[in-house]
């Protein structure tokens, strides 16, 4: 399997590398997790504090926890946003099938994978998750009982430890197994973009650093808390009091089970959304089901007068009706969609093109910027070396996450620099039309039929795609490449 | 030879499948006493095989004749040397002697009841409440309720689960003819004694 490497010359959309964002996530959370390991205790009584000692007295501990945490949430969402952009692109076709099957047992070991990592704080919460983890593995008929025995030993000493151990090593381990087999023949490494997230989880690590919860004591009722927010989908589920295997197991297990199986049953010879409708459907119907459980699982009825329970559970009919109204509701929203995107563009093929704009920055400015930019950075650097010795650890960290975001910044205009000296601006329209015309040669010229070509209505639609492809000859070959290889 | 076909010399099993077969044969003799290496992972800690005691707080063993009617202890069963290992909740567990109408005034193993005081709902440790219109056991949680008879949640969250984790796990007890209280080896298992924090089914 030849892989093919890129950093692309200019700006590429990152839809297309969310899957490289993920990575780069999984190795941010690799680093500050061996860091961490250095002061984290997976002791029964020391495991709360050793994480409070972490947050509160190590130098630079509460900025390694709050980027471990805020980078462990990105990377689960970065993974849910790069499945569902291949599911929509039907990137998961043309041999593409076992990217997709190793892409999909990736992202449900990197949910337990975050979800050991939160349990081993050992808060309150981190006991809630606890104890239905393991009454959903006892729930489990026949295996289940001698499961629970060995995945988590007997009692919460044994669970803590345990979870450690799968946290640093095995889940990692077969991750990174697993990311070996998903390796794509094409794949993206655009610095800006990687700064950019980096810089984003430090932002939010310092505007909301993670608290360190209540400490589990067995004898104090705990408040009321929820799941992390990747399982409060499934958490709305057990609130409804049905059965534990059904709701807790069977379910996801299905929605699982779906998804591995979708470019097995997917038989439409086309890639673009707007060509396989009832995939799409199918699609829009679990994003929408995902949301609305997600955020029930949240809700819970703030009258304090209520009892508990009464407060807690949710009413599985009143559940399961809403569930099931979404499927004809999600079906019908997405054949209008179809509908509309199929008018507008029958429409817009009628009207002249119009020549995309370009901002094209002049060489002395670019210049100057660059300048300033690094004149800011040093200013955030001493800011932020201000703020630790102030003990203002969160705002370190946010003014950190913006030194990140705006070396992204610089990278791009580098980038936008030597490229323009690469390709002095000679944008004389005989020029251009002549560019156009052999582009539009070569797509004719090529195999595949045009309405499977799907950045190619994207680019008669967006002026920023179209720079891209049009001038970015580099990146347009590679696609090629990808779309041709049979 | 080598180029001759199987079936020209009237075998049934060509020289290549018999190879393939002893290969096979041999690579699951290899690995078959690796099976139940499995039982590395279940924790053997709980697994007793003898009588334990019923060690009380103060260090002494519950006694038939002492022990008070309609009272309860917390007592830690497995007990180990470790002390941290003995907060453990799942090691920590009730010994009730139940009140007269209940039977408490034998002096014999039924009067007795040890469950784990892991609430089943979500794992707060519940207690035993004596006092006059109470005689149960009460979770401050979420405010499950236990028959101290069966174990059984009779209210709150618990009691709302389904078997078997509705019912508290349970230690069978026997006393000797000096009336000591001793604990019989458990079957960790939800039709046995049940499985801490998660429930038993009453047989």
Known sequence: ?486 | MSGQPASSRGDKVSRRDFLKLLAAAGAVVTFTPFIDWGKFLPNPAGSANEKGKVELPDGSQANVKTFKVNHSEAIIYPKSDDPVLNEEAFRTWQFIRLPSELGGDKNEASAFRVYSMVCLHLWCLWKYWPGEGRKRGECPCHGSLYDPLTGKAFAGPASLQSPPSNVLPRLDLEVDKDGNVWILPPNWSVNGNGVVGFGRFIT
Request: hydrophobic share 50%; no cysteine.
């Open chain 1, 1 to 486: 399997m030849g892989m093919k490497f890129t950093i692309p010359t200019r700006f590429v959309s990152p839809l297309g590398f969310l899957g490289m964002l993920t990575f780069i996530l999984f190795i941010i959370l690799g680093i500050t997790g061996a860091f961490l390991m250095l002061w984290y205790e997976p002791i029964l009584d020391r495991a709360w504090d050793s994480v409070e000692n972490i947050n509160d007295t190590i130098p630079y501990g509460f900025h390694m926890r709050n980027i471990h945490y805020h980078a462990s949430n990105a990377m689960v969402m970065m993974a849910i946003l790069h499945m569902y952009y291949q599911y929509f692109s039907g990137r998961y076709k043309i041999r593409n099938e076992i990217l997709w099957v190793t892409g999909i047992l990736i992202g449900v070991l990197t949910i337990l994978e975050a979800f050991t990592g939160y349990d081993i704080i050992f808060s309150e919460r981190a006991e809630l998750a606890i104890s239905i983890a393991a009454s959903l593995t006892n729930s489990i008929p026949i295996l289940g009982p001698d499961m629970r025995a060995a995945f988590f030993g007997s009692g919460f000493h044994d669970f803590i430890l345990r979870f450690y151990a799968f946290h640093v090593f095995f889940l990692p381990i077969v991750l990174i197994g697993l990311m070996a087999l998903h390796f794509p023949r094409f794949m993206v490494f655009d610095v800006p973009m990687v700064m950019a997230i980096a810089g984003a989880v430090m932002i939010t690590g310092g505007v909301f650093p993670v608290d360190m919860g209540l400490k589990f004591d067995p004898n104090v009722p705990p408040g009321i808390t929820v799941p992390e927010w990747y399982l409060t989908g499934l958490y709305a589920f057990l609130r409804s009091q049905y059965d534990k295997f059904v709701t807790g197991v069977a379910w996801p297990g299905l929605f699982i089970f779906t998804l591995l199986i979708v470019p097995f049953i997917d038989r439409y010879k086309k890639f673009s959304w707007k060509d396989r409708p009832i995939i799409t459907a199918i699609g829009i119907t679990s994003i929408a089901q995902i949301v609305v459980t997600t955020y029930w699982g949240f809700y819970i009825d703030p009258d304090r007068t209520k009892s508990l329970l009464e407060r807690l559970v949710i009413d599985p009919i009143f559940l399961y009706s809403v569930m099931i109204a979404l499927v004809p509701l999600s079906f019908g929203f997405t054949y209008l969609m179809i509908k509309l995107v199929k008018n507008a563009e029958a429409n817009a093929k009628k009207q002249p093109k119009k020549s995309e704009a370009t901002i094209t920055l002049p060489e002395k400015w670019i210049y100057y910027v660059f300048v300033a930019l690094i004149g800011f950075q040093i200013y955030l650097n001493i800011a932020a070396y201000y703020a630790v010795l102030n003990g203002m650890k969160n705002i370190s960290l946010f003014i950190i996450g913006i030194i990140m975001l705006v070396f992204a910044g610089m990278y791009h205009l580098y980038r936008h620099g030597r490229f323009n000296a690469n390709n002095p601006p000679a944008p004389t329209i005989p020029i251009r039309e002549k560019i156009k015309s052999d582009e539009q040669k070569s797509l004719e010229d090529s195999s595949i039929p045009k309405d499977q070509l799907s950045y190619e209505n994207q680019t008669k639609s967006k002026g920023l795609l179209n720079t891209l492809l049009g001038k970015g000859k580099k990146s347009r070959t590679s696609f090629e490449k990808m779309w041709n290889r049979e």
